[in-house]
């Protein structure tokens, strides 16, 4: 699948802005079952710098957007589940840990 966005590399990204609209994922990014997630469409990262220390924005829809609030995710420390209901939560831990005792 071609990206028509170039890969860049940003260093401290945020993001500034969410559209009030929510898009559900068709698949979770782990071995976690889906736990019905739904991410902002679109996003405005900024914030952040470029590798020469300028500073960088992106505005993205579909899956840039997702990818961008995923990847912002990781570098803040939160999880799939953190943004999941209590029994989301459970829900998918229930069938994490069935998994791993098969």
Known sequence: ?????????????????????LRRLRKAASRFPDPRRRRAQPVRQGGG??????????????????????EIDHLDGVLMLDRTSREQRREAMRAWSEQQEA
Not at 2 to 19: C, D, M
Not at 53 to 70: C, D, K, M, Y
């Open 1 to 21: 699948m071609q990206s028509e966005s170039p890969a860049v590399a940003v260093i401290n990204p945020e993001v500034q802005w969410r559209s009030d609209e």
């Open 49 to 70: 710098v470029d590798e020469t220390g300028a500073p960088f924005t992106i505005e993205a829809s579909g899956l840039e957007a997702r990818v961008l609030q995923h």
